[in-house]
């Protein structure tokens, strides 16, 4: 009798342990903080940072340093977020451009309550190789005061959006799109303003990295000239001058990239 009591006890015991074994396992979390994660894939090293889930939402900082001599663009819709069932999500974002040697970040955002499970895998297709070197189309010279707004030479055609000619500062509003078939940089810091006096000075607006354009694209650009000296060079507001693009529309072709896949595991001391 006493056997069979003692057998009873053990019985009771090891369920409670594995009810409470269970109990852990299906723990459920408000918000679950993924461990952040690092890897090279070729010449680039990638970064997840930041990532985390709720009942509405699931989102990630990507972070990514190109080391080639090449620019890089990551097409963000051909990535995949896969969950602990093979359930496949794929985020909706613009491409990711980053030029040589540089950084390029996107906040990659998934709306729902399906993605609170303690693991998730990020899988990173979409890279593509881009070298800056390629055929360079040579442009027409635009004239200030305008004489057209707009030119076009092989794939690419320029439209002035709008410009603001000034004594001191002169600021040229422009959109530039592609309509060949493979790939178009344009770098505006190649421009140029040549003035009456036969002097050329480079385009000084802030924003002056390439722009990297798929068939069809378009995107607008400033060019800024400022502070040029008006005895030996003459007035902005009144001087006849000429914007030159030297080489800065060319056409190139792209490579696919091998990508790679991310696991992302829980942080659960971060996590409740």
Do not use: C
Not at 46 to 57: E, H, K, N, Q
Not at 197 to 219: H, R, T
């Amino acid at each position: 009798m006493k056997k069979i009591i003692y057998s009873l006890i053990l019985l009771v015991i090891s369920s409670s342990v594995s009810f409470g074994q269970k109990v852990a396992k299906e723990k459920k979390y408000d918000k679950i903080i993924y461990n952040e994660v690092t890897k090279n894939v070729g010449d680039l090293t990638v970064y997840i940072v930041d990532a985390l889930s709720t009942d509405a939402y699931f989102k990630f900082k990507l972070r990514i340093h190109n080391k080639s001599a090449n620019y890089v663009i990551l097409n963000v819709n051909k990535m995949s977020i896969v969950d602990m069932k093979g359930v496949v999500y794929n985020p909706s974002e613009k491409p990711l451009v980053i030029a040589p040697g540089d950084f390029g970040v996107r906040v990659i955002d998934l709306k729902g309550s399906e993605f609170r499970m303690t693991s998730l895998k990020v899988n990173l297709d979409g890279l593509t190789s881009v070298p800056s070197n390629g055929k360079v189309y040579e442009a027409p010279i635009f004239k200030l005061p305008v004489a057209t707004n707009d030119f076009t030479t092989g794939p690419f055609k320029v439209v002035q959006k709008e410009n603001d000619l000034k004594t001191d500062l002169s600021l040229v509003k422009m959109e530039v799109t592609y309509t060949g078939k493979d790939i178009a940089i344009f770098t505006p810091s190649k421009v140029v303003l040549k003035m009456p006096s036969g002097n050329e000075f480079a385009n000084m607006s802030s924003n002056k990295k390439s722009i990297v354009l798929n068939p069809g694209d378009s995107d607008v650009f400033t060019l800024k000239w400022a502070d040029i000296d008006v005895k030996s060079n003459g007035d902005m507001q009144k001087a006849q001058m000429q914007i030159l693009f030297k080489d800065a529309l060319v056409e190139t072709k792209g490579t696919t990239l091998n990508g790679d896949s991310f696991d992302l595991t829980i942080n659960e001391k971060e996590s409740d």
